[in-house]
């Protein structure tokens, strides 16, 4: 895919091999960056499904392919944002950077709303532009000398940045996995739950619930275990809960529900899946007071230093919008929305049930994980989109190998 960007002209390679475009400097490629596999799995959904469109410029696509949302932003929420648009052009209302943790009323908010009971303090709570980015960020905090575990499947994003910072090993051809990286078999015969009698040790546990992509949810009894094994082990679970208000059943909304969590535990999260918020960008993340490395030093400190260091904070108009989300008119009005996803995800999950086909998640999660033995997960994946007009995720080796026939 080419392009121009101020003057130059760029190329967005899939493969170190392909054909590079414009003036080469002496500056060598970053190894890491090498050792990426080719096509991140989202910007090779959007290819195909832009082909399609040319080859049928007047299909109506229904588009499930990025986990991106449809719904309207409710109107109390948009209405706190275009206000606090408005304000900056007024000099009584202009403000510049604010907290790089962001607004203190919007993190206690969160604090009150997502974890009362559970002993999180606003000041314990990092706003931020989304979960996606807190990952990298504490990739970042933690370098390239510690050891990862990911479910398997999981969301790319896990073992991308794992990648990018050095820490992954080499890429085994015949598995399509990195050598350095744990893999924690989730699959339908272990209740997408990892045995953890047989997983080694790491020094972090990349884990999420409801999962992404397989839309299973952790029972309070298997956090506990999670908790425990990372408490055994002097390991950091980093618990991506970016789908908990989907949450129907007595399944925890937070890993801090789980006593002993806040010494071991990180969680990231999103405004993006339950409030519309993929284009305007906001999430947050807790970092435990208790959480420490293994010399000591309180963890929260780095993280503090870090988002100082890399991020200016998130927008103050996102930050409005954020609060008007946890207002209870706002709430209300979310739950609505949430509701219609849900209520999607039923739809589909019950239309491949009746035909007979193993089907998972659904209900705790807007995500179903269809199973269709021996198929490749793209050639279904475009022979839905040909005959349905219907962009979906292929399960491939982007998740894992494991992937390849859901």
Not at 58 to 83: F, Q, Y
Not at 110 to 132: T, W
Not at 162 to 179: C, F, L, N, P, S
Not at 229 to 255: H, L
Request: neutral net charge; glycine residues 10%; proline residues 5%.
């Amino acid at each position: 895919m080419a392009g121009i960007k101020r003057g130059i002209q760029f190329l967005c390679l899939k493969s170190p091999n392909e054909r590079k475009i414009g003036h080469c400097t002496k500056v060598p490629r970053g190894i890491n960056m090498e050792n990426l596999q080719s096509g991140y799995l989202f910007p090779e959904i959007f290819i195909r499904e832009s082909n399609h469109v040319q080859k049928k410029p007047h299909a109506r696509l229904i588009k499930l392919g990025v986990g991106n949302t449809t719904e309207p932003i409710p109107d109390i929420i948009t209405s706190a944002m275009a206000e606090q648009a408005h304000a900056l052009s007024t000099g009584q209302g202009y403000r510049g950077y604010g907290p790089e943790q962001g607004n203190m009323a919007l993190r206690i908010a969160i604090a009150e709303k997502f974890y009362q009971n559970m002993g999180v303090k606003g000041n314990e709570i990092f706003v931020s532009d989304g979960a996606q980015c807190d990952i990298s960020r504490f990739q970042m905090l933690l370098g390239s000398n510690v050891s990862v575990a990911v479910q398997d499947p999981s969301f790319p994003a896990y073992i991308d940045s794992t990648v990018i910072v050095g820490r992954a090993g080499k890429v085994q051809m015949e598995t399509g996995k990195y050598g350095s990286i744990v893999y924690m078999k989730c699959e339908p015969e272990n209740n997408f739950f990892p045995d953890l009698t047989t997983t080694p040790r790491t020094d972090i546990i990349f884990f999420c619930s409801p999962n992404n992509p397989t839309g299973s949810a952790a029972s309070w009894h298997q956090l506990n275990q999670l908790v425990e094994f990372a408490k055994a082990n002097g390991s950091i679970i980093i618990y991506d809960s970016a789908y908990a208000t989907y949450i129907t059943d007595e399944s925890p909304r937070s890993i801090f529900e789980i006593p002993g969590a806040k010494e071991v535990a990180i969680e990231i999260s999103s405004f993006s899946k339950f409030a519309g918020f993929t284009g305007v960008r906001l999430g947050w993340t807790v970092v435990p007071e208790e959480l420490s490395y293994s010399n000591g030093y309180p963890i929260i400190n780095d993280y503090n230093r870090i988002v100082c260091t890399c991020f200016n904070g998130a927008s103050n108009i996102s930050q409005a919008g954020g609060l008007a989300c946890l207002s209870a008119e706002g709430y209300q009005a979310l739950s609505t929305t949430v509701g219609y996803y849900k209520e999607n995800a039923k739809i589909l999950f019950d239309t491949f049930a009746s035909l007979g086909m193993k089907v998972y998640g659904g209900r705790n999660a807007p995500y179903i994980w269809v199973h269709f033995p021996g198929f490749s997960s793209w050639d279904v994946f475009s022979e839905i989109l040909e005959n349905t007009d219907i962009v979906t995720v292929p399960g491939n080796r982007i998740w894992s190998r494991r992937g390849r026939v859901y």
